[in-house]
């Protein structure tokens, strides 16, 4: 067999390398992540010959490690050493994309330049000499249009051709002084390193990088010796050496390009400038933003097109819920099943326990697509960049960064994605603490939460779902403003710089692929969590002990010898209910786990087992709390979801009857603190799983968890005693608590900030 | 020389000196922002820059553009 060829694609970012990628592999895929980091690593097979594997590296601008993404995609060139390196090029902006290109070739890797968007400088009337670019850079340059598909599989023949016998040797060279330095160090650390290599380390050397300098392990004495010749260097040139490297490269490129890029057109504003001119207007900016963002979320979660609204992911979702959701997953499985012959045990855990769970998540799918669908176009057509521009002026404020929006706004719909979508962040404690506040925002499973107490308690009063939304940005911003004064988040966002691509009318295939693949990533993630934790649900509410004997619930019931009137009075003196009111789920296993538990909401004004158990259950996924009350309180109705969701009253009753009992008479408000605790909790399993994922570290993980459920708890208990207290009813205790915590957390968000701390990267 | 947030937007300058963290710098001269590059800034909008530096477009905050010199 032949020797498997492996070639990377490199390029700056918005130089069309996914196009390119998406052209070159079609569906022939692997996606996944860099070892290590969250940074996405997609692989694929070469139409062309696919004996040839091409890797998408990260979109970079050098190979200096400034972000995540440089350092993966130069510790990928560097160690794995791949047979070559097809590097993209945007003909619209030659300078600043021949930079990469020049490190490249410095690394032995021969080098073949897809030459993108050369129709784009033909149509400006400009012309570029690609023989004589060739010529200059010592690599071979294959003209293409990656959206058109032109020249694009040449490209990909000539990268093979090139890694068969190819050999790139860098023809720029620096000035003197520096080339006397990389002489001297090529000399002194790096001659047992492959030739081809030499010349790269001797120049990361020069520039001091210390990573580099820690892998090679070069002595202290070796390297207090090149030190001088740096220094001698940076005396003579008046510039630091990094800057140097940097600046030669620059000027290096600029004249090679004088006889070989003939401009006509000058000074004159590209299309793209106009519509910045409107969009990115100081006046019509942020009206043109919350637009954009209400027909983003009006099409998508809003109110369905069956009710007379826009949006379609709403009316899918609904329909997928009602139809295949309630009917196919659950009854209809449950009705095959049966008629198999199958154990009711084994009916209840497949029915009612994955499918269900599974079918609650698959309701979201629809509208999380449509959503993904409008996030992709509008980062295809260059929208998206200008968002976070926009937004950084006024998210700084409260210690994050205008990239911070995007994850957020995803998360009104779940924030499984919205964590997710944290990963475009570079600056590692911004995207942490993004990651952080996200999940606070009213995700689509949390509204039925916010549906059922308002529902219940507030005669279906608006402004209850109004609240959850000032809640949670409420809980963002103080917590970012919070977060930023602890030393772990010391110091301000990193400054806001970031390149604005030029508008174009977005490329479908990208856009549906990307829409797609996010899509794919929240299914998975959301339905393996969501399997596992359904099942443990399921048992814990079927299964327990009665009277010393343990099994279904449901069943031993049913043992008129187990259940005496004895062991009914004292299951009704643990739970705190009439005797006529005992039933078999107050023995089961989640009972007995959130009977105890429910003391931790004594404080909150909602410490019963009932809602305790409720979310604890929302874990899960939130509409588990809603489908909990459902069961817990249509005791006498075999089926509570189905009840609650068309005779709601009945159960809206019980359910403001109970939070009375409870709360001695302050049922709203206990109602309303058990909303603002499951709205700021810790999210559902699924989210937990995706934040570890996204922080990549235990220690991160449960800091944020427990980060917001102690605040979840603090201002939900706050809320509680200071409206008792309103409402006449004080409990000193509980009253002085709640203000030292209130004074404390106003110290914290209005305390001076002291600006000396520098941010400072690992 | 002055910092970039008080050039006029439209008129095209030379960049003479790049400040701020080292880690920023690099990043800044790598985007094209070298010593003797020419950059134009393109539009305002609280402070914030959007500039034109060889042919791309960057969004510079406040506090990074001060530390541009032209």
């Keep these: 067999m032949e020797k498997q060829l492996r070639i990377a ?64 995609a130069r510790n990928y060139l560097i160690e794995e050493k791949p047979d070559a390196i097809l590097n993209i090029v945007d003909a619209t902006n030659l300078e600043r994309n021949l930079y990469l290109t020049t490190q490249l070739t410095e690394l032995g890797i021969p080098v073949v330049i897809a030459l993108n968007m050369m129709d784009l400088v033909r149509k400006a009337g400009d012309s570029i000499n690609v023989k004589e670019l060739s010529r200059q850079l010592g690599c071979r340059i294959v003209e293409i249009s990656a959206l058109k598909g032109d020249g694009v599989q040449d490209a990909a023949r000539a990268a093979i051709e090139a890694a068969k016998n190819g050999k790139t040797i860098p023809q720029h060279s620096f000035s003197g002084p520096v080339e006397h330095a990389l002489a001297h160090i090529e000399e002194v650390t790096v001659h047992n390193l492959p030739e081809e290599q030499q010349r790269w380390y001797a120049i ?65 504003l590209s299309i793209s400038d106009k519509i910045d001119r409107i969009v990115t207007n100081r006046v019509l900016a942020l009206p043109i933003f919350v637009v954009v963002m209400f027909l983003v979320y009006a099409l998508s979660m809003g109110k369905s097109i069956a009710d007379g609204g826009i949006s379609i992911g709403t009316f899918l979702t609904d329909w997928t819920n009602d139809v295949i959701g309630g009917a196919v997953l659950t009854d209809g499985s449950r009705a095959l099943l049966e008629s198999w012959g199958v154990a009711p045990w084994l009916v209840g855990l497949i029915s009612d326990g994955i499918l269900a769970g599974v079918g609650a998540v698959l309701g979201f799918v629809p509208q999380m697509l449509v959503l ?31 990239k911070s929006f995007i994850p957020m706004l995803v998360g009104t719909g779940c924030g499984i994605p919205g964590v997710m979508a944290s990963r475009t962040i570079e600056n590692e404690r911004d995207r942490r603490m993004t990651i952080m506040t996200t999940t606070f925002m009213p995700c689509g499973a949390k509204m039925p939460i916010v549906g059922l107490i308002a529902g219940a308690l507030f005669g279906g009063s608006t402004w209850v779902a109004t609240s959850a939304y000032f809640i949670g940005i409420a809980a963002i911003v103080i917590s970012g403003i919070m977060l930023k004064k602890t030393k772990m988040f010391a110091g301000d966002p990193a400054p806001f710089v970031m390149e604005l691509p030029p508008y174009h009318v977005p490329a479908w295939g990208n856009v549906l692929r ?36 343990f099994g279904m619930v449901d069943e031993l019931y049913e043992d008129k010898s187990l259940v005496t009137d004895e062991y009914v009075t004292t299951v009704a003196d643990r739970m705190h209910i009439p005797e006529d009111e005992v039933e078999p789920m107050d023995d089961s296993l989640l009972a007995r786990i959130a009977q105890p538990v429910s003391i931790v909401f004594k404080p909150l004004g909602f410490g019963d087992w009932k809602p305790t158990a409720a979310t604890v259950t929302g874990l899960v996924a939130k509409e588990e709390v809603v489908a ?18 068309e005779n709601g009253n009945q159960i809206w009753n019980r359910v403001a009857e109970d939070f009375n009992t409870i709360s001695g008479g302050h049922g709203r408000l206990a109602a309303y603190a058990f909303m603002i605790f499951n709205l700021l909790c810790a999210p559902c399993f699924a989210a937990i799983g995706a934040i570890k994922r996204e922080m990549n570290s235990a220690k991160w993980t449960w800091f944020a ?58 | 020389m002055m910092p970039l947030i008080m050039a006029d937007p439209g008129e095209e300058n030379i960049v003479r000196r790049v400040g701020g963290s080292p880690e920023m710098k690099k990043h800044l001269e790598d985007l094209g922002f070298t010593a003797g590059s020419n950059v134009t800034v393109m539009n305002t909008i609280g402070g914030n820059l959007i500039v034109k530096v060889r042919e791309s477009r960057i969004a510079i905050s406040k506090e990074m553009a001060a530390k541009i010199m032209v």
């Design chain 1, 628 to 645: 909990n009350f459902g069961i817990m309180y249509a005791y006498d109705d075999k089926d509570g979801e189905e009840e609650l969701e």
């Design chain 1, 372 to 402: 993904f669908l409008m996030l992709c176009l509008l980062e295809d057509c260059g929208y998206m960049a200008r968002i976070a521009f926009i937004m950084d002026r006024i998210f700084r404020r409260f210690g994050l960064s205008g």
């Design chain 1, 705 to 762: 968890i427990g980060y917001q459920c102690c605040f979840a708890w603090v201002i939900a208990f706050i809320v509680w005693q200071l409206g008792r207290a309103f409402a006449g009813a004080v409990n000193a205790v509980g009253l002085v608590f709640a203000l030292a915590a209130l004074a404390l957390l106003l110290w914290q968000l209005f305390k001076p900030y002291k600006e000396a701390q520098r941010l400072t990267v690992q």
């Design chain 1, 204 to 268: 990361k050397i020069f520039e001091r990088d210390e990573k580099v300098l820690k892998q090679l392990n070069v002595p202290e004495d070796v390297r207090a010796h090149i030190e001088q010749d740096i220094q001698a260097a940076e005396k003579e040139l008046d510039d630091d050496a990094e800057s140097i490297i940097t600046n030669e490269r620059y000027v290096y490129i600029s004249q090679m390009l004088k006889g070989i890029y003939k401009k006509k057109g000058k000074g004159e």
């Design chain 1, 514 to 549: 990307g829409t797609w693949e996010r899509g794919w990533s929240f299914i998975k993630r959301a339905g393996t969590v969501i399997v596992v934790s359904s099942i443990v649900i399921w048992f814990l509410t079927s299964f327990g002990s009665v009277n010393g004997k």
């Design chain 1, 9 to 72: 694609l490199a390029g700056n970012p918005n130089s069309g390398k996914t196009t390119l990628f998406n052209k070159l592999t079609g569906s022939n895929q692997f996606v996944g992540n860099w070892p290590g980091v969250t940074v996405e690593k997609k692989e694929g097979r070469l139409i062309v010959d696919k004996n040839v594997i091409l890797t998408d590296l990260p979109g970079i601008y050098s190979l200096s490690p400034y972000t995540l993404e440089e350092v993966v």
